[in-house]
Structures are given as structure tokens and as C-alpha cells.
């Protein structure tokens, strides 16, 4: 199979709608997890600006260990609770991180991330993990990647299936 990904163009919204349909016909049929995320973590690693970091941790035993992604090695283990992962998943809540160093607790995998967007990732109530992105650039997102995020973890949660 061939896939290519045109730039996104337009405003941040557009970008996420383009995004979100250009994810929908990369994962196609396809119902494996953990082949979707790796998909979905480099479609995002290579279409958005500014990251240095995209992918997911999956929650195993009471704790998020790392999954399919696209940058530097990071961290394999994370608790709950601990670091932006760590909230996201004990919060099930999305965290917006503008400037790390100013987050308590802050899990330093790469010392080149400056802020931070955590997606939880909900199933029947549970979270069965997070993606997270990494970025340079303090500030790098908002309320616009907060909204496209949580509409592309819709797609690949419905896509997929989690068993086991």
C-alpha cells in the first residue's frame, strides 16, 4: 500500500479536519491497535509543525507504558499521576502544557521539549492509554490541537480494536 499525506493548509481547525481524514484513509479497514498508532504517530510526526515527539503510552497493570512512536527514545514507564502522562490518564482529562518547566512534576524524557498536549485515551470509560506530543516551541499548542487531537484519538479509538 501506497499513502501519501498532501501539506495541511489553512487555518489550525482546517489543518485538523485534513488531518483527520487524512488518518481515516490511512487506517482503511484496518483493525489492529497497535498498527493504527504507529500509523497515527507518524502521520502526525511528519504532518505537524514544530514536534520533536508523537506517540502513545498504554496503560498495562496500573501504569502507562510507552507504545508506537516517532522521535527520540523516551521514557518506557510512567505512573499515574506523575508527569503530563500521568495526569492525563489519572484526570481522564486532555492537559495543555505551554511551558514544561512550569508543570510540577514534569518528566523530563527529552530536555529539547518545551510544552506538551496529552490526549487520554477512553474506552467504555477506561483509559486504555495517552497520545502525547512533544514540542520544542513553548506554547506550540492550544485549544485548536486540544479540539483536532481528541477528534483524531475519536477515529482511531472507533477504528480499532483493543482486545487484548
Known amino acids: 500500500m501506497s499513502f501519501f499525506a498532501p ?11 485534513q488531518l483527520s ?27 505537524l509543525p514544530d514536534l520533536n515527539w508523537a506517540g502513545f503510552y498504554l496503560m498495562k497493570d496500573g501504569e502507562l507504558v510507552l507504545g508506537p512512536f516517532q522521535g527520540k527514545p523516551a521514557c518506557i514507564r510512567i505512573a499515574l499521576g506523575k508527569g503530563v502522562c500521568g495526569t492525563a490518564a489519572a484526570t481522564q482529562q ?7 518547566h512550569e508543570f ?46 481528541e477528534a483524531a484519538a475519536g477515529l482511531l479509538l472507533a477504528a480499532s480494536h483493543w482486545g487484548g
Open 21 to 47: 481524514e487524512q488518518l481515516g484513509l490511512l487506517i482503511g479497514d484496518e483493525r489492529d491497535f497497535v498498527a493504527n498508532m504507529a500509523n497515527m504517530a507518524a502521520l502526525l510526526f511528519h504532518q
Open 7 to 17: 501539506a495541511l493548509t489553512g487555518s489550525k481547525p482546517d489543518q485538523y479536519a
Open 104 to 149: 510540577p512534576g514534569h518528566i523530563a524524557c527529552d530536555a529539547d521539549s518545551r510544552s506538551e498536549i496529552v490526549v487520554p485515551l477512553i474506552r467504555a470509560g477506561v483509559v486504555v492509554g495517552v497520545l502525547d506530543l512533544d514540542s520544542p516551541k513553548p506554547g506550540r499548542f492550544n485549544e485548536d490541537d486540544r479540539a483536532g487531537l
Open 94 to 100: 486532555t492537559q495543555v502544557v505551554p511551558d514544561v
